[in-house]
């Protein structure tokens, strides 16, 4: 068995403008957590901390050329990932690697909040798009 912990950590959904989705959370009476912007990915992220130590992340593209931005014009505002949280990235990646797990990064990115982060390709987990996150762990 492994000895590598996941929990769920956020739904990513691909929105055109944060200021105007994020008034449903408001709505509820979520407040609104942190707000980056992603340069890599090529967003502005805006998260939604719930009470189970779980988020909602409201991306929208800061260039046409961003994954987000042609997930929107494929395929509208949505669901675009979910992402769960790993104790170790790298034994992760390396177990996935071994399987045969197709993979969009075979090796950790910088994501939001200076997590390392890689997506797993929607082809091998049942079409939905997989980010795998490791906290910054000088951070927490």
């Known amino acids: 068995m492994s000895s590598v912990e996941?929990?769920?950590?956020?739904?990513?959904?691909?929105?055109?403008?944060?200021?105007?989705s994020s008034r449903f959370y408001e709505a509820l009476g979520i407040a609104r957590g942190s707000n980056e912007v992603v340069e890599s990915e090529k967003v502005q992220v805006q998260m939604f901390d719930l009470k189970n130590n779980c988020r909602v992340e409201l991306l929208e593209p800061t260039s046409p050329e961003s994954t987000v931005a042609k997930f929107l014009q494929k395929r509208g505002p949505g669901i675009h990932h979910i992402c769960l949280r790993v104790s170790d990235i790298h034994a992760t990646l390396?177990?996935?690697?071994?399987?045969?797990?197709?993979?969009?990064?075979?090796?950790?990115?910088?994501?939001?909040?200076?997590?390392?982060?890689?997506?797993?390709?929607?082809?091998?987990?049942?079409?939905?798009?997989i980010e795998l996150s490791q906290p910054d762990v000088r951070k927490f």
């Not at 996941?6 to 105007?20: K, R, T, Y």
């Not at 993979?103 to 910088?110: D, F, M, N, W, Y």
């Open 94 to 129: 390396k177990r996935l690697k071994s399987a045969g797990v197709r993979l969009i990064h075979e090796e950790p990115i910088r994501g939001a909040h200076n997590c390392s982060v890689a997506f797993v390709h929607p082809s091998a987990t049942g079409g939905v798009l």
């Open 6 to 20: 996941f929990e769920f950590d956020h739904v990513g959904i691909a929105v055109s403008s944060l200021q105007e």
